[in-house]
């Protein structure tokens, strides 16, 4: 059993064993000071006087017949009961001064901030990034200065006479410009679409009836065509004998297409190849 009695700022306790009446009484550590404690009796105003009381009561420690088991402890501790807590209250939210309000029905409120600025700072930056990674991307792979140049080329139809065809280079390939005889558009137009290996009309091909404009790589292996020249009075590959008229259609030999049509467009006197 034990009890604590304050004085002032101080207090004792005093345990002894399990004597209903004999435990406790209190006083500062000093006796002139308890003395000024009108509650406290003299006797118990030290812890000697205590532990002689206690002793008395109980017939000594621990032999008291009443006493069947116990500790007779005195001890001292600042019990600080006169010091008063700082009011915090200007520091709180306003949804936690209440503190009988559960935490999680105030829990949106206080995490409105943060949750905006992790989403809304978070979306920026990743928006931020992303368009980072595409640019620098885009840049990387884009065309360079003197190749974007290139990019298309125009070329003055009075430089190639009616029955020529002449040779241009476009993006690193051969471009074969022909101007077309009438004979050779009549002849062409004429051909049985049903015929041909790669079914396509001439007007299918050509964007006026006098200028037919092929990239000139044979659609076999690769090969650079030879312009005017083979059976059909087109092009010849001589590399495994391909003929094409003068369409620029597959007629004879192992090539499985027709030579490829670029994107051009006339303008003026010139024809714009890389423009449609
Ligand atoms: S590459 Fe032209 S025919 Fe083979």
């Given at each position: 059993m034990a009890s604590l009695a304050r004085s002032g700022g101080f207090a004792v306790k005093v345990i002894s064993g399990s004597q209903p009446h004999v435990n406790f009484v209190a006083a500062s550590p000093a006796a002139e000071t308890v003395?000024?404690?009108?509650?406290?009796?003299a006797e118990f105003a030290t812890a000697e006087t205590r532990q002689a009381a206690v002793s008395r009561s109980t017939g000594g420690v621990f032999t008291n017949?009443?006493?069947v088991k116990g500790i007779n402890v005195t001890s001292r501790r600042?019990?600080?009961?006169?010091v008063s807590f700082p009011n915090m209250e200007s520091y709180r939210r306003d949804s936690t001064?209440?503190?009988?309000?559960?935490a999680r029905d105030t829990e949106d409120q206080r995490r409105a901030l943060p949750t905006a600025l992790y989403y809304g700072a978070g979306g920026v930056l990743s928006l931020w990034a992303g368009k980072e990674v595409v640019q620098t991307l885009v840049s990387y792979k884009a065309m360079a200065a003197d190749q974007r140049a290139l990019a298309s080329i125009e070329i003055n139809m009075n430089d190639i006479p009616e029955g020529q065809t002449k040779t241009f280079e476009w993006r690193g390939k051969p471009v074969f410009v022909k101007h077309r005889t009438k004979a050779e558009i009549a002849k062409e137009k004429a051909?049985?679409?049903?015929?041909?290996?790669?079914?396509?009309?001439d007007d299918e091909r050509v964007?006026?009836?006098e200028w037919s404009v092929v990239?000139?790589?044979?659609?076999?292996?690769g090969c650079v065509p030879i312009a005017n020249a083979g059976d059909f009075g087109g092009y010849y590959c001589p590399c495994h004998g391909s003929h094409y008229d003068a369409s620029g259609?597959?007629?004879?030999?192992?090539?499985?297409?027709n030579l490829h049509v670029p994107a051009y467009s006339f303008k003026d006197t010139t024809i714009v190849i890389g423009s449609s």
């Open positions: 003395s000024a404690f009108r509650e406290v009796p017949g009443l006493a600042l019990a600080h009961t006169d001064k209440n503190t009988q309000t559960p051909v049985p679409v049903a015929d041909l290996r790669h079914p396509q009309h964007q006026k009836d990239i000139g790589v044979c659609t076999h292996l259609r597959i007629r004879k030999g192992p090539a499985p297409l």
